[in-house]
C-alpha cells in the first residue's frame, strides 16, 4: 500500500505571480480621495499612480492568461441527466 504513487492529476491548478500592483492601485485610490479633501494635487498624483498600476496588472493578467494551455483532457466520466419528475401532492 504505501508503495502505490498517487495518479497523474489531470487538470492542472495555475495561480497568478506576485505583484506590488495591487497595493499601488489601493494607494493610488487614496491618493485621490486624499485630493477630493485635502488638496487637489495629491489627487493628481494618485490618479497617474492607479492608472500606471491598473495598466500593470492588465498587461500581467493578459501575460499569464497566455500563458495557460487552451484545452485539458477531462478524465471524468460524463454523467447522465437525472430526470427529475415532480409528483403531483394528494390531497
Do not use: N
Not at 487637489?40 to 493578467?61: D, K, T
Amino acid at each position: 500500500m504505501a508503495d502505490q504513487l498517487p495518479p497523474e492529476p489531470s487538470e492542472l491548478i495555475y495561480t497568478p505571480g506576485y505583484s506590488w500592483a495591487p497595493a499601488c492601485f489601493a494607494f493610488g485610490l487614496a491618493g485621490v480621495l486624499a485630493g477630493i479633501i485635502v488638496w487637489f494635487p495629491y489627487g493628481v498624483a494618485g490618479g497617474i499612480i492607479a492608472l500606471v498600476a491598473l495598466v500593470a496588472m492588465l498587461r500581467a493578467a493578459s501575460r499569464q492568461a497566455d500563458r495557460l494551455p487552451r484545452k485539458q483532457r477531462p478524465t471524468t466520466a460524463v454523467l447522465p441527466p437525472d430526470s427529475q419528475r415532480v409528483e403531483p401532492a394528494s390531497r
